[in-house]
């Protein structure tokens, strides 16, 4: 089995930073795609990052700017960086990634990490 392993969550006022990291642990070949993404109250989980294997990144547009996801491959690791915090990005945050076992490939996610912003 695959374990997403989320940190770096807390409370932080508004204009603050954080550094989300996301270490996938367990029985697998490869790593494909990993993101992130969040979850606010009475809300749909939306998209904030995403980066391939490669590097290439993509973000919400909400975040872009302020945001930057970042992997290191060697340790299965995946960052969010979140400048300029606002209270609007108060969520739960996941990350998530594609594993590749065997000839397949699966999508796992972490158990979630908050995120508070205040005003």
């Known amino acids: 089995q695959v374990q997403l392993v989320e940190s770096g969550g807390g409370l932080v006022q508004a204009g603050g930073s954080l550094r989300l990291s996301c270490v996938a642990s367990?029985?697998?070949?490869?790593?494909?795609?990993m993101g992130w993404y969040r979850q606010a109250p009475g809300k749909q989980r939306e998209l904030v990052a995403t980066?391939?294997?490669?590097?290439?990144?993509n973000y919400a547009d909400s975040v872009k700017g302020r945001f930057t996801i970042s992997r290191d491959n060697a340790k299965n690791t995946v960052y969010l960086q979140m400048n300029s915090l606002k209270p609007e990005d108060t969520a739960v945050y996941y990350c998530?990634?594609?594993?590749?076992?065997?000839?397949?490939?699966?999508?796992?996610w972490g158990q979630g990490t908050q995120v508070t912003v205040s005003s």
């Open positions: 998530n990634a594609e594993v590749v076992q065997g000839i397949l490939g699966y999508v796992y």
């Open positions: 367990g029985t697998m070949f490869s790593i494909n795609g």
């Open positions: 980066i391939t294997s490669g590097g290439s990144t």
